[in-house]
């Protein structure tokens, strides 16, 4: 399948050197208050009350009945807590923290206007942190971050291979956060002859990988271990939170209605998200996010199938507004990642 030689520029920076990536997508709602940790540690699946200042972990915020409100990255500060959210959720978000608080000292507030970030990504991303000065990536667990500065500009780095490459994202807060990261971007990509790479190219990554993405394949009507993601974001071992009672039986019974899987399709476009699977004439799932794979020279999507339905290499079809695609699934992830 032929790609556009300006993605495959991009793509292939990625993979082999490094990739300068605005992110647009993500807010921040910042938590003050001697409660913060204890009452957050409430309604989401992960710890955070041990969580040291400088760490971070990905959790998930459920219903009563288990299922997804958002999920997020949670990072601790000295004296406040990120909640590191897809800016599709932020309202939801702020109106399932709201409801919980009664009496509490802690204060919400939303900093996603106030704030901005750009990801570096690829094989060469430790070396260029390092470069900037902001220490040892490679020695950095998943979200651990740290401040710092560059050309006089305040940032805070956090280690996220979020696309399924090394991956270091820069948080700038302040009135004009947005236009001091276009800037620094503009810089180091002139200084160190880094590309700028578009959505599609680090979307592509991301799938390719089998990485999840907050409201594209994590949405209202998924359970936390559908995703795949138990070890990164859920703990059986903390403490009750809402919605504890259904992942833990689902945990104990070793029951899992519906698994996250990759499927190649034929044709030259990614399929429509949402729609409908079958295997062998049987309904099987659904459709997520998709996008062009060079790695397999197809599109590949992921997708949410009903367990034990279907196996590695099984036809299936998706049923689009404008006709049948067929496909196969696929193991993920769809191309050998490169180590951290």
Same mark, same amino acid.
């Given at each position: 399948?032929?790609?556009?030689?300006?993605?495959?520029?991009?793509?292939?920076?990625?993979?082999?050197?490094?990739?300068?990536?605005?992110?647009?997508?993500? $807010?921040?709602?910042?938590?003050?208050?001697?409660?913060?940790? *204890?009452?957050?540690?409430?309604? !989401?699946?992960? &710890? /955070?009350? =041990?969580?040291?200042?400088?760490?971070?972990?990905?959790?998930?915020?459920?219903?009563?009945?288990?299922?997804?409100?958002?999920?997020?990255?949670?990072?601790?500060?000295?004296?406040?807590?990120?909640?590191?959210?897809?800016?599709?959720?932020?309202?939801?978000?702020?109106?399932?923290?709201?409801?919980?608080?009664?009496?509490?000292?802690?204060?919400?507030?939303?900093?996603?206007?106030?704030?901005?970030?750009?990801?570096?990504?690829?094989?060469?991303?430790?070396?260029?942190?390092?470069?900037?000065?902001?220490?040892?990536?490679?020695?950095?667990?998943?979200?651990?971050?740290?401040?710092?500065?560059?050309?006089?500009?305040?940032?805070?780095?956090?280690?996220?291979?979020?696309? $399924?490459?090394?991956?270091?994202?820069?948080?700038?807060?302040? *009135?004009?956060?947005?236009?001091? !990261?276009?800037? &620094? /971007?503009? =810089?180091?990509?002139?200084?160190?002859?880094?590309?700028?790479?578009?959505?599609?190219?680090v979307e592509s990554l991301r799938i390719e990988a089998g990485i999840p993405a907050s409201v594209d394949d994590i949405d209202e009507d998924v359970i936390p271990p559908e995703t795949g993601q138990i070890e990164r974001g859920i703990s059986s071992q903390k403490g009750c939170y809402l919605g504890q009672e259904v992942l833990e039986r689902m945990r104990s019974r070793g029951a899992i209605a519906r698994r996250l899987v990759g499927i190649r399709f034929d044709g030259d476009a990614p399929v429509?998200?949402?729609?409908?699977?079958?295997?062998?004439?049987?309904?099987?799932?659904?459709?997520?996010?998709?996008?062009?794979?060079?790695?397999?020279?197809?599109?590949?999507?992921?997708?949410?199938?009903?367990?034990?339905?279907?196996?590695?290499?099984?036809?299936?079809?998706?049923?689009?507004?404008?006709?049948?695609?067929?496909?196969?699934?696929?193991?993920?992830?769809?191309?050998?990642?490169?180590?951290?």
């Open positions: 399948m032929p790609v556009d030689s300006g993605f495959e520029r991009q793509y292939q920076a990625c993979l082999t050197a490094a990739g300068l990536y605005h992110r647009r997508d993500r $807010g921040i709602i910042e938590l003050r208050g001697d409660d913060r940790a *204890a009452w957050l540690n409430n309604f !989401v699946t992960n &710890v /955070i009350t =041990t969580v040291s200042t400088g760490e971070g972990n990905y959790a998930f915020a459920t219903t009563r009945e288990g299922r997804t409100v958002f999920d997020l990255n949670m990072l601790v500060l000295e004296d406040r807590l990120w909640l590191d959210i897809d800016c599709r959720r932020l309202e939801k978000a702020k109106a399932h923290l709201d409801r919980y608080l009664i009496c509490e000292d802690v204060t919400v507030l939303d900093l996603t206007a106030q704030s901005g970030r750009f990801a570096i990504l690829g094989p060469q991303t430790s070396g260029v942190v390092d470069r900037l000065g902001f220490g040892n990536l490679a020695a950095m667990a998943w979200l651990q971050h740290t401040p710092g500065t560059i050309d006089g500009h305040e940032l805070r780095m956090m280690r996220h291979d979020f696309a $399924g490459v090394v991956g270091a994202e820069f948080f700038v807060t302040g *009135a004009s956060a947005d236009e001091e !990261v276009a800037t &620094v /971007i503009a =810089t180091l990509s002139a200084k160190l002859e880094i590309p700028i790479v578009d959505r599609s190219v429509p998200p949402g729609s409908k699977l079958t295997a062998n004439d049987q309904p099987v799932g659904r459709v997520m996010s998709g996008c062009i794979s060079p790695t397999l020279g197809a599109p590949l999507s992921l997708a949410y199938v009903k367990s034990g339905s279907v196996e590695t290499e099984t036809p299936v079809i998706a049923h689009t507004e404008h006709g049948q695609r067929h496909g196969t699934t696929t193991p993920l992830p769809a191309r050998k990642l490169a180590p951290s």
